[in-house]
């Protein structure tokens, strides 16, 4: 059935204050278990937006009662020290979950120190067995902004069971996995890219669409289905310099069911999820530990 336009917003603000007290409840149980769950958060250098992120990250964690634990690098530190710091993290039976904000500086390889992280304490979802674990379906960590696209998709009520799904950008963090997670969730599921010939074609018969390549105006009102949901991943800046996303909101928010807005949509979510993947970690620890008890 043909979803009605209605224009409504998805609330990414009020939907990460539900998620959040669901967690504050569940590290009040952890900690009746006696299980504090702990979070390792790396910033290495003075990049600016990354020292934002990073206290967000750390007042969220206040929030909620999860433990945080915030190292601070000088961008001279070599790669073989922060390798050397995560495995003291990995081994650490305190911390659940291990989080190095990027950029790095450009003498220290990503790749290698995203694979360095347990994969049991890859809260961040980024490495190869973590995706691995997505693509076969398995109980590993999902990417935090697509995992909170999936609930904002789901605080709609709309089943995904059977519907287009389209997505448009094919990043590792965004694009691809949420790909995989409307595959699991019964979508039929088409990626759009940079090299995708006409992608107003395919967003024409999506009941959803996710765009997610970082730039404005991706996608306009003559590439919207009436009634589809929209979710705008994208943060750019506007003409006169405000926060935008990657969809023209303004043209086509009259023909959605649902839109997210930019700022307030996808935004809040991120650190939520990176905060409920932090306490399951502690709550499969804290399984395995009572079941080697037993």
């Not at 504090?36 to 934002?52: F, K, N, Q, Y």
């Not at 996608?219 to 919207?224: E, G, Q, R």
């Amino acid at each position: 059935m043909t979803q009605t336009p209605t224009g409504q917003l998805i609330d990414g603000v009020a939907l990460s204050a539900h998620l959040r007290g669901q967690v504050a409840n569940n590290v009040v149980a952890l900690k009746a278990r006696g299980v504090t769950p702990g979070l390792a958060v790396i910033l290495v250098g003075e990049d600016p937006a990354s020292a934002v992120y990073v206290r967000n990250k750390v007042k969220a964690c206040a929030d909620t009662g999860v433990h945080s634990v915030f190292e601070k690098y000088e961008a001279t530190m070599t790669e073989s020290a922060l390798l050397d710091r995560i495995a003291s993290l990995n081994a650490d039976p305190t911390i659940h979950g291990i989080l190095v904000q990027m950029p790095l500086p450009k003498h220290i390889n990503p790749h290698k120190v995203i694979e360095a992280i347990s994969v049991s304490k890859d809260v961040d979802g980024y490495a190869t067995l973590s995706a691995g674990e997505l693509m076969t379906g398995q109980s590993g960590f999902r990417p935090c902004t697509p995992y909170g696209c999936m609930k904002l998709i789901e605080s709609t009520g709309f089943d995904l069971r059977g519907k287009h799904a389209v997505v448009i950008g094919r990043s590792n963090t965004v694009g691809k996995p949420m790909a995989l997670l409307l595959l699991q969730a019964n979508a039929t599921v088409t990626v759009c890219h940079s090299a995708t010939k006409d992608i107003g074609y395919h967003t024409r018969q999506a009941d959803v669409v996710v765009a997610a390549v970082g730039k404005r105006n991706v996608l306009t009102a003559d590439m919207v289905k009436p009634g589809a949901i929209v979710i705008d991943v994208g943060m750019n800046r506007n003409d006169e310099g405000k926060l935008c996303g990657d969809v023209d909101f303004a043209g086509i928010r009259h023909l959605t069911s649902f839109i997210t807005p930019v700022p307030g949509g996808v935004g809040p979510m991120t650190i939520t999820m990176l905060l409920v993947n932090t306490v399951e970690s502690a709550q499969r620890c804290a399984a395995a530990t009572a079941g080697a008890a037993a």
